[in-house]
């Protein structure tokens, strides 16, 4: 959250019917809370797929692993994208066959690399040529899939700095792989999370097209292009819609020397944050300088980790208790956490309801993504409890 960029608390971005206040209140559960409408990821999941036609999903956990998520998901006909051989247990506790699996993290600890295998995951992405030795001894003759980095600057959250190679030394790459007995199978890249661009997508496509074009004069034909993640979900910020997205990979795809049997995307995100809501509330409200100070029960460390991660802030959707009164007096506010850091700390210039104070609460919508994931225990203060409404039927969100 930035500051001063929130126009007023009823700022309400993608909010679903079930989980306004009013609705909450039916609930009536001791605050903080994470709640869930699984109608809704059902519905994104739906949305996703008919903006992307011909394109597979495989939600990429990590950021919302929520067995009850992960369950609708799979009833969907969704697959999964893991990082770790932590994340593939819980998916086979759930009955998803590794197989179906992708591993997307281009840096693995050689013995998960076995693991993964030993469970019957059969696809590795890297990006160097000392993970394609760790794949080829701990992994031999596994599907391998090369990590292009990509342009990411029009992301909220980059990545390509810490993982991807470019088309050269990708080229390089996949003939090493071959030699060293893998299935040289496909290409990937993470456009950065929070992708506000269509154009990303875009360079992306057209650099993973030339790639392809080179290997095959060497003969070998890609048979994977996974997209990545990076969708935006709505906040506040106009973000381009799925459809928008969609109709630029789908020209993207057209152009492409030839077209892959298998065409992934690894959305997070766009999945499933719009889908929750967020319940803290105020335990303080006090004056430093001349500096208006809410302390919630929820701040950096106890699921609201975004705004600390971005140098622009954070803008979440917000609602509170107080009757919705587009005529009552604001102010602006410092919303901070319960810890005794000040590093929790999550917004400025918030304008609030100038009489919210303690026993108010305050709702932050889209927080179903990259919350409760990173939530602590820190200080003694338990992260907000996770509920669910909605039985995952795709119609009946609202
Ligand atoms: C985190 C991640 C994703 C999901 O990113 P979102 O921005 O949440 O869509 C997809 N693929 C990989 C490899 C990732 O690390």
Known sequence: MSTGTLASSLATGAWPQSLTPDALRVIDLPTPYLVTDLDTVAARYAAFGAAMPGVSTFYAMKCNPSPEILRTLAARGSSFEV????????????GVDPAGVLYSNPV??????????????????????????????????????????VDDSTSVFPLSRKFGTDVEDAYDLMLLARRLGLRPYGVTFHVGSQCESTGAWRTAIRAAGTLMERLRADGIELEMLDLGGGFPA????????????????????????????????????????????????????????????????????????????????????????????????????????????????????????????????????????????????FNGFPPPTPIFVGTGDPRAAR
């Open 234 to 377: 709505r906040y506040l910020a106009g973000e381009p819609s799925i459809e928008q997205i969609g109709e630029v990979i789908a020209g993207e795809l057209a152009g492409l020397p030839y077209r892959p049997g298998l065409i992934a995307a690894e959305p997070g995100r766009h999945l499933v944050a719009e889908s929750s809501v967020m319940a803290a509330t105020v335990i303080g409200r006090e004056m430093r300088g001349d500096e208006h100070w809410l302390y919630l029960e929820v701040g950096a460390y106890h699921g609201l980790m975004e705004p600390l991660q971005t140098p622009g802030g954070w803008d979440y959707p917000m609602r509170s208790s107080l009757p919705d009164d587009p005529e009552a007096p604001q102010l602006p506010f410092t919303l901070t956490g319960p810890s005794c850091d000040s590093s929790d700390t999550i917004a400025y210039g918030v304008k609030l309801p100038a009489t919210v104070t303690v026993g108010d609460v305050l709702y932050f919508g889209s927080a179903g993504a990259y919350t409760l994931a990173y939530a602590s225990s």
């Open 108 to 149: 693995k600890a050689p013995g998960q690399i076995a693991a993964a295998a030993g469970m019957g995951l059969w696809r590795f992405a890297f990006d160097s040529p000392g993970e394609l030795a760790k794949i080829s001894e701990r992994a031999p003759g596994a599907a391998v899939y090369v990590r292009l980095a």
């Open 83 to 94: 990082a770790s051989i932590g994340e593939l247990r819980m998916l086979q506790a759930l």
